[in-house]
Every structure is written in structure tokens, then in C-alpha cells.
């Protein structure tokens, strides 16, 4: 079985896009396109693609970026949780709205939790913001992984294991030099370690 996510026009402007799934099973047929998250007349969603995740087992996860507003820092990251059958209610990852909001990833492990992350503008900084869901819960409360003096210069590459452990990878400038950074999610404590450096210096990896 598959899932795809998509952004659609419906209209003509950027006022009218929404989120919008779908589901391939066994059968070969793709099934009814479901909306994920349909925005306000007002709010135009930034041209950021979504992203989706399924396991084994056909629990699955999706993040996407939408607007709150017109204004730059009108961004928003959500995200919708699939349990097999049905998708949730889609719910907001970040307390509130951020500029630089972009490049949503997610992954799930073999139980249905799912690991997401994204890059947002932070206290003028833009940063690697990470969040967690457990099954029968909600989503955590975002966490800053990447290092707090540093700009992140695109986007962020997530993986989840099996068991929950993740790994997150991202480029941003040390003293000025662009530099490859990666951090892990620890499953059992349920935390990040600390952004190491996994390139080597002064090669401005992309």
C-alpha cells in the first residue's frame, strides 16, 4: 500500500491551494482524494512541498507548510497523522506562526510514531525545529536541534528507524563557512544529542 501528498491550485492566485492526499492498496486502485487542510480565502500557502511517511504496518504520517496571513511570517507547520484507515484532524507543530518556514519532513517507526522536522525563523536566526508524535497522544513541543548561533542554509533530511531513533542532517554557516550538520534522536530518553559536524571543514557541502 502507498500514500501520496500533494499541494493543489483551486483556483487561479495563491490564495486558494490546500493539502490533499491519497491512498494506493493491494487492489491497484488509488482511492478519493482526501483534503488535508483547506486555507482561508486570505491565507496563501508558501511553495513548499509536503511530506509524507508510511511503515510497515500502514501507519503513516504527513507535514506540509501553509500561511496564517499574508505577511512573510504568516507560516505555519502541520501535520496529519494516518492510522491505518483514516487520517486526523490536522494540527499545528509550531506554538506560532514563523517567517522561513520550510521544508517539512517526516518519518514514522514501526509502531505509527512519527518524528518530524522542519527549518523556521527563530529570534532572527533560522534553525532545525523537531517535534514527536506517540500513538494515543499529541505532538510534543518543538525543539531547536540545530546549534544555537548558526544559520541554516536549506533545507533538513530526516530519517526514522524501526524502533523510533532518527537522524536529522542539514547545512548551516560555522563562522561563516558552510558546514554539514547532523543531530540523532534518541528514542529512549526520547532527546537529541547535540548538532556535530559529519563533513569535512571549509568544503561547503550542499
Do not use: C, H, K
Not at 483534503?35 to 500502514?58: K, Q, R, Y
Request: aromatic share 6%; no cysteine.
Amino acid at each position: 500500500n502507498a500514500i501520496a501528498t500533494w499541494i493543489r491550485e483551486q483556483s487561479s492566485g495563491p490564495t486558494s491551494r490546500l493539502t490533499q492526499a491519497s491512498r494506493l492498496t493491494a487492489t491497484g486502485l488509488w482511492g478519493q482524494a482526501l483534503n488535508l487542510f483547506a486555507p482561508a480565502a486570505v491565507a496563501a500557502v508558501p511553495f513548499e512541498t509536503s511530506d509524507v511517511a508510511l511503515n510497515a504496518a500502514g501507519r503513516g504520517a504527513a507535514v506540509w507548510v501553509r500561511a496564517t496571513g499574508s505577511a512573510p511570517a504568516d507560516q505555519m507547520v502541520q501535520g496529519a497523522i494516518f492510522n491505518g484507515a483514516t487520517w486526523s484532524t490536522a494540527v499545528n507543530l509550531m506554538p506560532a506562526s514563523a517567517a522561513n518556514s520550510r521544508s517539512p519532513r517526516v518519518d514514522v517507526d514501526g509502531d505509527g510514531n512519527a518524528v518530524a522536522a522542519w527549518v523556521q525563523a527563530v529570534d532572527g536566526l533560522t534553525v532545525v525545529r523537531a517535534a514527536r508524535y506517540q500513538v494515543g497522544a499529541a505532538w510534543s513541543a518543538p525543539v531547536t536541534i540545530s546549534v544555537s548561533d548558526e544559520n541554516v542554509l536549506e533545507g533538513v533530511t530526516l530519517g526514522v528507524d524501526d524502533t523510533g531513533n532518527a537522524v536529522a542532517v542539514w547545512t548551516a554557516t560555522a563562522g561563516g563557512v558552510p558546514t554539514l550538520r547532523a543531530a540523532q534522536f534518541d528514542e529512549v530518553t526520547g532527546t537529541w544529542s547535540g548538532a556535530v559536524s559529519v563533513g569535512a571543514a571549509g568544503r561547503s557541502p550542499s
